[in-house]
């Protein structure tokens, strides 16, 4: 298996908290990448790292920022979560070359 | 249009059985296929690539036909432990992903 963590595997917080959630590897890949994924929507990218301190945004990134300061760590942080941020949120990882991608074992967030 | 369309399902198939299912893409810049599994309340997980010429994986068969904007999978002799959502992914020319809905299969005792 692809060396990809994601940690906390589960939280709970309240609504106007900060959270961040951190995504490790192990694979020196280039690529990596934040999705949320909720029934009926599939999986949706939140912002995805092509280098340290290269990041850009996807599809719903309003509420997310992140951070990449080193290779292996791409941090999500919600600096005010919401309730619309609960979710099951994944990290990905994908090679220097492309092709597909490897995911961690997901966060699951709610926020009440 | 959506840029990646599956059958949400379920396909509810007897344990034994063969069944497909396709994946529609309506860009013809799409670049590379796979096919991914996913458990409830687990990651996604790779299947298999779908490379032009068609490829196997033990009862695992995936198609691609680019003249008409589909990728299928195929699954022979059915196992319980299939059940699970299947999800194809598209990767553009320039390098966008797109992840479909899935297709949720459950295989019957």
């Known amino acids: 298996d692809a060396g990809i963590t994601q940690s906390p595997r589960h939280k709970v917080t309240e609504t106007g908290t900060p959270v961040t959630l951190r995504c490790h590897q192990t694979?020196?890949?280039?690529?990596m990448y934040w999705y949320r994924q909720d029934p009926g929507h599939g999986l949706r990218l939140i912002h995805y790292?092509?280098?340290?301190?290269?990041?850009d945004k996807g599809e719903v990134s309003d509420g997310y920022s992140v951070s990449r300061s080193k290779t292996e760590d791409f941090l999500l942080t919600l600096e005010s979560a919401t309730s619309s941020q609960t979710s099951v949120y994944f990290c990905a990882i994908r090679g220097d070359t492309g092709g597909e991608l490897f995911f961690g074992e997901g966060s699951r967030l709610t926020v009440l | 249009r959506k840029e990646v369309e599956q059958d949400p399902g379920p396909f509810n198939v007897p344990e034994g059985a063969t069944v497909a299912f396709n994946c529609t893409y309506s860009?013809?810049?799409?670049?590379?296929f796979f096919w991914y599994r996913q458990d409830c309340r687990k990651e996604p997980k790779l299947l298999m690539s779908v490379y032009s010429s068609g490829n196997e994986d033990g009862r695992f068969t995936a198609q691609l036909n680019r003249a008409s904007q589909y990728i299928s999978l195929l699954i022979r002799d059915s196992k319980l432990s299939d059940s699970a959502t299947y999800l194809c992914?598209?990767?553009?020319?320039?390098?966008?992903?797109?992840f479909g809905k899935g297709t949720r299969l459950h295989i019957l005792p």
């Open positions: 694979e020196n890949h280039r690529y």
């Open positions: 790292s092509y280098g340290v301190k290269d990041t």
């Open positions: 860009n013809s810049a799409s670049q590379s």
């Open positions: 992914v598209v990767i553009m020319v320039d390098d966008k992903i797109i």
